[in-house]
């Protein structure tokens, strides 16, 4: 297996690491992020800076981060999942910008209602962030739970995308 190509990025909300295999896409993680990849693993892939993929990854974040890209166009490779995982990030690609599902909303659509937790813990070891949009996913009561890059992240991704949810002031989206 050819071993993974990478990139980092650095967006505005913290130093980002891509990663490309042969298939496509497989991996966007904030630095430092639960579930992301380690430094053990990373030494094992390839850092590159001029790959066509992660360049036009790079591209449209910041399209996205501009506020003038809503809908990701990139190939994806998510075999690194169970199939149940990969159920789930397939499903989360269908929710558009600007609206959210609940855990709950998500387990039903897979015709899986009981698999709430499931669902949760496939949410957030999904190895691509933001382009796979794990950031919708809200509670229940449409309350903010955990996201692996950090709740602060979420909730700025969130009012990027002008999401109609309540926010709350106290925490910087965009920390300096």
């Known amino acids: 297996m050819t071993p993974l190509l990478t990139q980092q990025w650095n967006s505005p909300l913290g130093p980002m690491i891509l990663a490309a295999s042969d298939l496509g896409l497989c991996g966007v993680w904030f630095e430092g992020q639960r579930h992301g990849p380690s430094v053990e693993r990373l030494r094992g892939w390839t850092s590159v800076t001029a790959h066509p993929l992660l360049q036009d990854a790079c591209t449209q974040l910041q399209a996205y981060f501009t506020g003038d890209l809503s809908r ?27 609206h959210s ?67 709350p002031t106290t925490v910087a989206l965009f920390p300096e």
């Open 72 to 98: 990701f166009d990139l190939p994806l490779d998510l075999s690194a999942g169970t199939a149940f995982q990969q159920s789930v990030w397939q499903a989360l690609l269908h929710i558009p910008s600007g």
């Open 101 to 167: 599902q609940s855990y709950g909303d998500l387990a039903r659509q897979l015709n899986n209602p009981k698999a709430v937790r499931a669902v949760g813990a496939a949410v957030g070891r999904n190895p691509v962030s933001i382009i796979v949009p794990c950031h919708r996913i809200l509670g229940g009561g449409g309350q903010l739970t955990g996201y692996a890059g950090g709740l602060w992240r979420k909730q700025a991704l969130l009012k990027l995308e002008g999401h109609p949810i309540a926010l």
